[in-house]
């Protein structure tokens, strides 16, 4: 359990004022893959959430470069539209995240990416 202590509260009087920028999606372009995943519905938002895990996780594991996160979601995303069910069941949520996440392991695998920087050692 989180104490005041060890996490005190978050008091936006306290804080002032906030100052909020508009989300710079060339700098971070997983933000516009976000909003189409949303404007999808269905399960491409589970797809877009579960490839980008399995891209991360395959990021820090050092085999993937960071960019090829952003290039893994986006083919795998591409590669769901064919399979996008708009009113999806728990088993096809589930699916779709095994799929997804399947599938970026194949993408790397299979050595398509080129990676824009290179991995560390």
Not at 75 to 100: C, F, Q, T
Request: charged fraction near 25%.
């Amino acid at each position: 359990m989180c104490s005041e202590q060890t996490w005190p509260r978050l008091d936006f009087v306290k804080m002032g004022d906030l100052t909020f920028k508009e989300p710079d999606t060339e700098k971070y372009p997983s933000l516009t893959m976000g909003y189409a995943a949303g404007r999808a519905g269905g399960t491409m938002t589970g797809v877009f959430s579960a490839a980008n895990e399995q891209a991360v996780a395959m990021f820090l594991d050092k085999k993937i470069g960071y960019f090829d996160i952003y290039k893994t979601i986006e083919m795998a995303m591409e590669a769901h539209k064919n399979d996008l069910v708009l009113d999806p069941s728990l088993d096809d949520i589930v699916a779709a995240d095994l799929w997804a996440r399947k599938h970026v392991e194949d993408v790397v695998n299979s050595g398509v990416l080129n990676s824009a920087l290179p991995i560390a050692a």
